[in-house]
């Protein structure tokens, strides 16, 4: 429920206020209507409905029924006490303070505020005392929610955090001009009280559209039509032929963009691989080449010194060969060495081949699904904009499946590794390349004990997606994800993790992988 509305509702009751208060009602378990009695006589309710992701605030005649249904609804039939003196709003924002007078008895009850915040996902219904304590709340939340402000009983009442907007009712023209040149739609940011719906009928009534990038007149119509919708806020203005036929094209155009920028940044992620499968297939003449100098090694042994870094060798063909050693190795290891790298290169070219017409069968796919998109109308956006969003969101990180049928996730790049150890369970298992940059992996077991063939899974793509790939023995430790953290002002990526173990693995690719 959007400011302007919210103060349109206030206005009409302030008329009938102070009001004679006859009593709650709770139709259900998220719903509070408070009847009263104005000072004309009038007799209505006043209903909050006060649970995400849309919470309302307004006025109902006749009679509501209903029985407090929680904890927190018994207690506001106990407090809420005396007639209805005040009904103020915070600035335009969607909270509104009713102020309740109390009542005097047998047993007097104190006066109390109740304090309906119409804020979407973060709705909440809480009443204070008079000292504006938080005697009771629909919802608390806690520091770890929200590290601005907590609301539970007992604590001071805060109110959502302070904001800078313009107010659509005393704003002047010139005012607006921090719009020149920006779409319409920028109003939302900038003025109070209007959200995306008002946006919508602002437009309607400046005869211009949400995406219309406003001038000197823009400005004009824009204010003229904003200081009409303070006084009617309702939705109800209709739009002239060319100004539909605008819309329906902007329409059309918000929802092609974002389904085309998915499709194109899949697009551009098979074109690297294609890449990569590119260059593994032409690095196939050096594993031709890594195989013969081995074989001359072994050959040629007793004319191999131990410890040099470097063999000049004479060749089958009688030409003169150059080998590169590594002096901590025997020949026979630095032989054994060039015939893994040599097998390495290999299979890689073997999967290549098998994965190149699949990827270029893909890319046509996306193409042809972009050319769809371009073409398509109204309806059939709307419809596959509509689709589940795990079906059209791009996926974050690769995704592998562990031996035993586990997933296990891999960041691409420090934005990916940083969002995949945010939002991973607490206890999935965390894996990383030890003391090399590297991705973050994570085996999502959600406090299960995988067995050890899952774990060197995972540890594998550690080691096969950090700069240790390829070596034999890579250490990657790994430790749960609620032991692992980002320091404060880290860059994206960066984490501490404490009670790690270790496991040192081959940094090759896991046999028959290639990540999805």
């Known amino acids: 429920m959007e400011g302007l509305l919210i103060h349109a509702l206030l206005r009409e009751l302030q008329k009938e206020l102070p009001a004679l208060f006859l009593g709650p009602a709770f139709p259900d378990e998220a719903t509070l209507a408070l009847l009263l009695k104005g000072r004309s006589g009038r007799i209505f309710n006043l209903v909050l409905r006060y649970r995400p992701p849309s919470p309302s605030l307004v006025l109902e005649e006749g009679r509501l029924e209903g029985e407090p249904k929680t904890p927190f609804q018994r207690l506001l039939?106990?407090?809420?006490?005396?007639?209805?003196?005040?009904?103020?709003?915070?600035?335009?924002?969607?909270?509104?303070?009713?102020?309740?007078?109390?009542?005097?008895?047998?047993?007097?009850?104190?006066?109390?505020?109740?304090?309906?915040?119409?804020?979407?996902?973060?709705?909440?219904?809480?009443?204070?005392d008079e000292r504006g304590t938080i005697l009771g709340v629909d919802r608390p939340v806690g520091r770890e929610v929200n590290r601005y402000r907590e609301l539970r009983p007992g604590l001071p009442y805060t109110p959502p955090p302070p904001y800078e907007k313009l107010d659509p009712r005393t704003l002047r023209e010139e005012d607006l001009r921090v719009l020149l040149g920006k779409p319409l739609k920028e109003i939302v940011r900038q003025v109070d009280g209007v959200g995306l719906e008002l946006m919508r009928e602002l437009a309607r009534r400046a005869g211009l559209t949400p995406e219309t990038p406003l001038d000197e007149a823009g400005l004009q119509a824009v204010h003229r039509a904003l200081k009409a919708l303070v006084e009617d806020p309702s939705l109800r203005t209709e739009l002239s032929e060319e100004l539909r036929r605008k819309w329906a094209e902007e329409e059309k155009e918000a929802l092609r963009k974002p389904l085309l920028e998915a499709l194109e940044r899949e697009r551009r992620t098979l074109l690297a691989r294609l890449s990569d499968y590119q260059k593994a297939l032409e690095r196939l003449e050096e594993a031709e080449e890594l195989r013969a100098k081995a074989d001359l090694l072994l050959a040629r042994l007793k004319a191999v010194p131990r410890g040099a870094e470097r063999a000049v060798l004479e060749g089958f063909q009688g030409e003169r060969v150059e080998i590169p050693l590594d002096p901590a190795l025997s020949p026979q290891e630095n032989a054994k060495k060039l015939y893994e790298r040599a097998r390495r290169l290999e299979e890689q070219a073997e999967r290549a081949l098998e994965l190149i017409p699949k990827t270029e069968e893909r890319i046509r796919a996306l193409e042809e699904e972009m050319e769809r998109i371009r073409q398509a109308g109204l309806e059939e956006l709307l419809?596959?904009?509509?689709?589940?969003?795990?079906?059209?969101?791009?996926?974050?990180?690769?995704?592998?499946?562990?031996?035993?049928?586990?997933?296990?996730?891999?960041?691409?790049?420090?934005?990916?590794?940083?969002?995949?150890t945010r939002t991973a369970h607490s206890e999935d298992l965390w894996f990383h390349a030890q003391g090399v940059p590297g991705s973050h992996v994570i085996l999502r077991c959600e406090g299960k004990n995988p067995p050890l063939e899952d774990l060197l899974f995972a540890a594998r793509l550690a080691a096969y997606h950090s700069k240790a790939r390829g070596e034999r023995q890579v250490p990657v430790d790994y430790t749960r994800k609620k032991h692992v953290w980002r320091p404060r002002k880290a860059a994206p990526g960066q984490v501490l993790y404490t009670g790690a173990k270790t496991l040192f693995v081959e940094g090759t690719l896991p046999e028959g992988e290639g990540g999805a």
Do not use: H, I, M, W
Not at 80 to 97: C, M, S, Y
């Open 77 to 128: 039939q106990a407090r809420l006490k005396g007639p209805l003196l005040a009904a103020e709003q915070l600035k335009l924002d969607r909270v509104v303070f009713l102020r309740f007078g109390g009542e005097k008895g047998f047993v007097d009850t104190p006066p109390s505020t109740l304090v309906f915040e119409a804020t979407g996902r973060n709705a909440n219904l809480l009443l204070l």
């Open 383 to 420: 419809r596959l904009s509509q689709r589940p969003k795990e079906e059209k969101a791009p996926r974050l990180g690769l995704r592998y499946t562990s031996p035993s049928g586990f997933t296990v996730l891999v960041g691409r790049n420090a934005k990916e590794n940083d969002l995949l």
